[in-house]
């Protein structure tokens, strides 16, 4: 058995999931197919080596199978593909036996691609000095990322420091958007559709981070006293800023980690931006996962709630991650775009089940088999 494998997941049969044949398995294949095009080609998650990602060939072989199905098998066609490749197995762990699921978005912001009346907050490209440190400087900084000054590494500017005119004159703004509010807000979810002025539209997605730690200001506003526990969203968060613009900046600044952004070209304009495997999102069926345990292109199957509490039992591919999402049962749902979207995933945070579907082959080398 692979190590601590054993501790996280046990395979179970595909009856045990609840509400397995009533789900929309051909939207899933259709996401799992754009990662298998990444596997194919690339395959970069194997490289970082996840706890439970098994072997490319594994993968490789599955997505060769995918191809015979044609390009929009229905839904049967689509399930019985799963049920014959894969093995469920649901994922534990005795630190968080409830796990956690959030929820995040392609904000809709108005926006220009010069400084114009109305538009004063930029939106930066990856700065040239920004890097990725080695192990060594990892070891010596803490960081992942920083800049590297008189030869020695050393943390990134601060989100103060970038917003109070560290970077005024050097070319680096990719947009100008109404708000700092917006800014923040696109930052969080490291993505964004800009309105333009003329009718168009620009996407933004992710390019790097700063490196410096991420603050939750939600929890910075709990803990003064600003908003109860039990309300706090970002819809609550918003207004709270908006009540409150002078004091609005100085809470963002707690947050010192700053994402920069680059243009997309995207080929599909009803997908999402890409994620960090590279390839666009789906509404309702990407998700974010800790990468420290799952291969990206790794169907997993989620039961939890929406807010409202309407049960969401859905087939969904891991195609991303993000730096609050630390543990194999924590995941973050893409929502997709719009009013809709923001909202549910604004006040999203429950809790549920997680089973990974995972290849015959990989089930067999990690030990976990039935």
Same mark, same amino acid.
């Given at each position: @058995?692979?190590?601590?494998?054993?501790?996280?997941?046990?395979?179970? &049969?595909?009856?045990?999931?609840? #509400?397995?044949?009533?789900?929309?398995?051909?939207?899933?294949?259709?996401?799992?197919?754009?990662?298998?095009?990444?596997?194919?080609?690339?395959?970069?998650?194997?490289?970082?080596?996840?706890?439970? #990602?098994?072997?490319?060939?594994?993968?490789?072989?599955?997505?060769?199978?995918?191809?015979?199905?044609? &390009?929009?098998?229905?839904?049967?066609?689509?399930?019985?593909?799963?049920?014959?490749?894969?093995?469920?197995?649901?994922?534990?762990?005795?630190?968080?036996?409830?796990?956690?699921?959030?929820?995040?978005?392609?904000?809709?912001?108005?926006?220009?691609?010069?400084?114009?009346?109305?538009?004063?907050?930029?939106?930066?490209?990856?700065?040239?000095?920004?890097?990725?440190?080695?192990?060594?400087?990892?070891?010596?900084?803490?960081?992942?990322?920083?800049?590297?000054?008189?030869?020695?590494?050393?943390?990134?500017?601060?989100?103060?420091?970038?917003?109070?005119?560290? +970077?005024?004159?050097?070319?680096?703004?990719?947009? !100008?958007?109404?708000?700092?509010?917006?800014?923040?807000? %696109?930052?969080?979810?490291?993505?964004?559709?800009?309105?333009?002025?003329?009718?168009?539209? %620009?996407?933004?997605? +992710?390019?790097?981070?700063?490196?410096?730690? +991420?603050?939750?200001?939600?929890?910075?506003?709990?803990?003064?006293?600003?908003?109860?526990?039990?309300?706090?969203?970002?819809?609550?968060?918003?207004?709270? %800023?908006?009540?409150?613009?002078?004091? =609005?900046?100085?809470? @963002? !600044?707690?947050?010192?980690?700053?994402?920069?952004?680059?243009?997309?070209?995207?080929?599909?304009?009803?997908?999402?931006?890409?994620?960090?495997?590279?390839?666009?999102?789906?509404?309702?069926? &990407?998700?974010?996962?800790?990468?420290?345990?799952?291969?990206?292109?790794?169907?997993?199957?989620?039961?939890?709630?929406?807010?409202?509490?309407?049960?969401?039992?859905?087939? @969904?591919?891991?195609?991303?991650?993000?730096?609050?999402?630390?543990?194999?049962?924590?995941?973050?749902?893409?929502?997709?775009?719009?009013?809709? =979207?923001?909202?549910? =995933?604004?006040? @999203?945070?429950?809790?549920?089940?997680?089973?990974?579907?995972?290849?015959?082959?990989?089930?067999?080398?990690?030990?976990?088999?039935?």
């Amino acid at each position: @058995m692979s190590a601590g494998a054993g501790k996280y997941l046990q395979a179970v &049969s595909f009856e045990q999931l609840a #509400g397995w044949h009533d789900d929309d398995h051909a939207a899933s294949l259709a996401a799992w197919n754009l990662s298998c095009a990444e596997i194919t080609q690339y395959g970069r998650s194997f490289k970082r080596k996840p706890r439970f #990602g098994g072997a490319r060939k594994d993968w490789l072989a599955l997505c060769s199978a995918a191809q015979k199905l044609g &390009s929009k098998p229905d839904r049967d066609t689509a399930r019985k593909f799963f049920e014959a490749n894969f093995v469920p197995v649901q994922v534990s762990d005795p630190a968080s036996p409830a796990g956690l699921f959030t929820g995040y978005f392609e904000p809709e912001v108005a926006g220009s691609r010069q400084r114009a009346k109305g538009y004063d907050v930029p939106l930066y490209a990856k700065p040239r000095d920004l890097v990725a440190f080695d192990a060594a400087q990892r070891k010596a900084t803490g960081l992942r990322y920083g800049r590297i000054v008189g030869g020695k590494p050393r943390p990134y500017l601060t989100r103060k420091q970038i917003e109070t005119g560290a +970077y005024a004159g050097k070319g680096l703004e990719l947009a !100008w958007l109404k708000s700092w509010a917006d800014a923040f807000f %696109m930052q969080i979810q490291g993505s964004g559709r800009i309105r333009l002025p003329d009718g168009g539209t %620009m996407r933004l997605g +992710y390019a790097a981070k700063s490196g410096l730690a +991420y603050t939750a200001v939600g929890a910075v506003l709990v803990r003064r006293g600003d908003i109860p526990r039990a309300e706090i969203s970002m819809q609550s968060i918003r207004k709270w %800023m908006a009540d409150n613009p002078t004091r =609005a900046r100085e809470l @963002m !600044w707690h947050n010192e980690s700053y994402v920069f952004f680059r243009e997309l070209n995207l080929k599909d304009p009803h997908l999402g931006p890409l994620g960090a495997q590279q390839v666009q999102l789906t509404p309702l069926r &990407s998700l974010a996962v800790d990468r420290r345990y799952w291969t990206l292109g790794t169907p997993l199957w989620l039961q939890t709630s929406l807010p409202e509490g309407t049960k969401f039992n859905h087939l @969904m591919i891991a195609q991303d991650t993000g730096s609050a999402i630390k543990n194999p049962i924590r995941g973050d749902i893409f929502f997709g775009a719009g009013n809709k =979207a923001a909202e549910l =995933a604004g006040h @999203m945070q429950s809790p549920g089940k997680l089973f990974a579907l995972l290849p015959k082959a990989t089930v067999k080398r990690l030990g976990v088999g039935r």
